[in-house]
């Protein structure tokens, strides 16, 4: 049983959104239908060197880019909780932190702050056309982003 990935496109010469497509990355497609907005389009894949033995994505099967960084992706809900985590540090430094109905607040944020990070996910994405995969294992000499080889690979010359 294969995994199947979410692939959110995007296109390698401006690094517009194209589309979000499923597929299955062992079977190896050659063309996906990707849909934005109701419309589809079809996006032809390279896949010739982009999976290693594993599985796992080595290179972008969009634009070919060797290189991909991890990208931890929080859900909506986080800038939410951080508003509601500095409203508690006022709190307590203000001195209403002796108050039992404070210090459970503190501890419900506390508690909401760990599950968002526990259901962030992580993913990958291509420095050229930034184009993202979820859902997939993710190879171990991925790291996160680095604004150096971002710059290095923004001075590359991009398909027409």
């Known amino acids: 049983m294969s995994r199947l990935m979410d692939l959110d496109a995007r296109d390698p010469a401006d690094r517009r959104r194209v589309g ?13 239908r990707v849909e934005e907005a109701g419309e589809g389009r079809d ?28 990208h931890r992706a929080v859900p909506a809900v986080t800038p939410f909780v951080i508003v509601l985590a ?26 909401v702050d760990v599950g968002v990070l526990a259901f962030s996910r992580t993913h990958l994405a291509c ?21 150096i080889e971002s710059e290095r690979e923004e001075n590359q010359p991009r398909p027409v």
Do not use: K, T
Not at 20 to 32: G, M, N, T
Not at 43 to 67: K, M, S, T
């Open 20 to 32: 979000r497509a499923r597929l299955d990355p062992s079977e190896r497609p050659a063309r996906v």
């Open 43 to 70: 996006l032809f894949l390279e896949w010739d060197g982009a999976l290693d033995d594993a599985g796992r994505l080595r290179r972008c099967p969009v634009c070919g880019c060797a290189n991909l960084f991890r």
């Open 86 to 111: 500095f409203a508690g540090m006022v709190l307590a430094i203000l001195g209403f932190a002796d108050d039992p109905r404070v210090l459970v607040g503190l501890v419900a944020v506390l508690v």
């Open 127 to 147: 420095y050229r056309c930034r184009s993202r995969f979820l859902g997939i294992p993710i190879a171990r000499q991925h790291r996160a982003f680095d604004r």
